[in-house]
């Protein structure tokens, strides 16, 4: 094997478990790769044996050591966005509201953006087709990608699909049928959407808008699997779930889970804060990937969206989007909705902005840069990134970035577990150290030491007993 060409994306990406299953590897050289779910509910590529890459996969894929990143490729897309701001990429102008017309909001995860510019874009004419997740079952798959055209309700489409979704079968169906065709994407399919375009013709003609979410990280089948269970919907059972329901009267970030069974029934809506699994913190069921990830708002997306995460719309519960425009084409897209009053949104500056996705940029930043310390301190191969390896000062940061990646691959193994005894409460129990450790780095300092005390006193279990009780007696008044 020759050391400087083949099997280049095989020995890195793939070796060290940061593919995030897109799929472009297996479109342009199918010969090579083939896309599979891992044992764990995750689709990753696989590497065929005998069929030496021929350089094309690592220039498409969003991890590897010698694409192009999210910045230059920005900077080539959009050359009149000028605003840029640390974390948020390039772009016209930022703003958080919601559809005002039709029941988009209502249908929507946040305020209904989404499915709103795809209508759009269909009815003006300017795209034939567009490609948006689905959340009916197909082929063992919860949700997938689909095409719709002018004239289907794309309000079929689902809400946020916190669930493995892969390119490879619809950049296969947009290579053999005609069409300008619009996209939604998470920032890494976008990316990768971008490299492919740059490498193929036919899909830069034909892709002529991507739609970015904002992603903090995607989760493995696992994770539906796991807040359905505990509404009594074993996985086996396990026909569809809405992770987005909007809960009446609750605040605009707690959000309602559904789980629907193969029977035809469905649970009762719960909050997914009361799930195991449901804390976005813990990051459980995380793909690998996500933690060498630094693009938390599709920079190469021609507009994104996301949730308007800001102390003024947190009374919501309705949902607040938060749009991100690149693009001068969907800048007067925009500028004309809120003319005709289709769209109520206001103007957010750069720093509201970031405020809105404090944690997932913190998580792709800081984090990151310490998680790269930490793979090359193991000698460990990593995707090169736009941050430079650091150690945070403060330990307890550094506590909670290593336990965030304890969990993490801990849910995986030991979810993996539960399913194959058959029991939750398996998970549940392996699981619960951890996840108080976690919950304790966010007790305040005092509580912190009184436990360490409390607990070298053999007092601390004893304590726990006299707090429950004062509030069961509490609650009974
Ligand atoms: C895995 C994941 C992680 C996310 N993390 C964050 C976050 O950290 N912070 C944040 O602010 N927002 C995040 N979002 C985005 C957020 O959940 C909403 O999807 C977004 O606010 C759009 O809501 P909307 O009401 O404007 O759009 P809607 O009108 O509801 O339209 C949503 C559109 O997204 C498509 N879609 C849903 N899931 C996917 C997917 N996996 N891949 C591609 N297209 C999809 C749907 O088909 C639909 O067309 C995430 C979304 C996903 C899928
Ligand atoms: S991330 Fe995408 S391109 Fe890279 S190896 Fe995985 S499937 Fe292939
Ligand atoms: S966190 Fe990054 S790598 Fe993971 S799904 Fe989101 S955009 Fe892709």
């Not at 719709?148 to 169906?173: E, M, N, Q, R």
């Not at 979410?213 to 779930?241: N, T, Y």
Request: glycine fraction near 8%.
């Amino acid at each position: 094997m020759n050391p400087d060409t083949p099997h280049k994306l095989t020995d890195t990406v793939i070796k060290h478990d940061f593919c995030i299953g897109c799929g472009a590897c297996t479109y342009v050289q199918p010969e090579a790769f083939k896309l599979t779910k891992d044992s764990f509910g995750m689709f990753k590529a696989l590497p065929l044996e005998d069929h030496p890459e021929d350089g094309k996969p690592e220039q498409v894929c969003p991890f590897s050591e010698t694409s192009i990143n999210e910045q230059t490729l920005a900077e080539d897309l959009f050359p009149e966005a000028h605003i840029q701001f640390n974390g948020l990429g390039r772009y016209i102008r930022a703003c958080a509201g919601y559809v005002a017309e039709g029941s988009y909001r209502s249908k929507g995860s946040s305020g209904g953006m989404g499915k709103w510019l795809l209508n759009r874009l269909l009815e003006e004419g300017h795209a034939d087709t567009a490609i948006q997740v689905r959340s009916h079952p197909k082929d063992h798959r919860l949700f997938y990608y689909d095409c719709f055209k002018k004239g289907d309700s794309v309000l079929d489409g689902s809400t946020s699909a916190y669930y493995p979704v892969t390119l490879a079968d619809i950049l296969t169906h947009v290579r053999d049928t005609p069409g300008r065709y619009v996209i939604t994407a998470l920032p890494c399919f976008s990316k990768a959407l971008r490299l492919l375009c740059r490498q193929d013709p036919i899909l830069n003609e034909r892709i002529r808008y991507v739609i970015g979410m904002v992603c903090g990280h995607l989760k493995s089948e696992a994770f539906a699997e796991c807040l359905a269970w505990q509404r009594d919907v074993p996985p086996s059972e396990l026909a569809g779930i809405e992770f987005r329901e909007h809960i009446p009267g609750a605040k605009a970030n707690d959000k309602g889970v559904i789980a629907y069974k193969k029977d035809g029934t469905c649970t009762d809506v719960i909050s997914s804060r009361q799930l195991i699994g449901g804390n976005w913190g813990h990051g459980m069921f995380k793909y690998p990937a996500c933690d060498a990830c630094d693009d938390t708002v599709a920079e190469t997306a021609d507009i994104t969206i996301g949730d308007a995460w800001l102390p003024r719309f947190m009374n919501q519960p309705e949902g607040t989007s938060l749009v991100i425009v690149r693009s001068v084409f969907f800048d007067n897209l925009i500028s004309e909705g809120i003319k005709n009053q289709q769209l109520t949104l206001e103007p957010l500056k750069q720093a509201e902005v970031a405020a809105s996705q404090d944690a997932g940029i913190r998580h792709k930043n800081e984090g990151l840069a310490y998680r790269m310390h930490l793979w090359q301190e193991k000698g460990m191969w990593h995707p090169p990134k736009r941050v430079h390896p650091h150690v945070p000062s403060s330990r307890r940061k550094r506590h909670l970035f290593k336990l965030r990646q304890e969990i993490t691959e801990a849910s995986h193994r030991l979810f993996s577990e539960a399913k194959a005894k058959g029991d939750f409460n398996y998970f549940r129990k392996e699981m619960s150290d951890r996840l108080e450790a976690y919950q304790n780095l966010y007790l305040p300092l005092w509580m912190r030491i009184a436990k360490r005390i409390l607990m070298q006193l053999g007092l601390f279990n004893l304590a726990v007993r006299i707090k429950d009780a004062i509030a069961k007696k509490k609650s009974r008044r």
